[in-house]
């Protein structure tokens, strides 16, 4: 199994998350449906579900979205 490293957020930029919400940015684009996104301030981590809202990345998901960007790139390589 993998290890995967986490962030701590920072105090003050976790408050300013608190009270104004999370910047996120695309971080890492998994296939034209999934990414995963990154809070600028405080560093959260978050993921698309099968219904398109946003939730927490944890390592499983991690895992999952890794394999599927491997089996999406795959797929790409074949078809063209």
Do not use: V, W
């Not at 995967?4 to 009270?19: V, Y």
């Not at 919400?21 to 698309?48: A, L, P, W």
């Amino acid at each position: 199994m993998k290890t995967t490293e986490t962030t701590q957020p920072k105090k003050a930029f976790h408050l300013f998350c608190t009270l104004i919400g999370h910047r996120y940015q695309e971080t890492k684009k998994i296939t034209n449906h999934f990414s995963e996104y990154s809070c600028k301030c405080c560093g959260k981590q978050m993921t698309d579900d099968t219904r398109g809202r946003l939730i927490q990345l944890t390592p499983e998901l991690k895992e999952i979205n890794a394999t599927l960007e491997l089996l999406f790139q795959r797929r790409r390589f074949i078809n063209s």
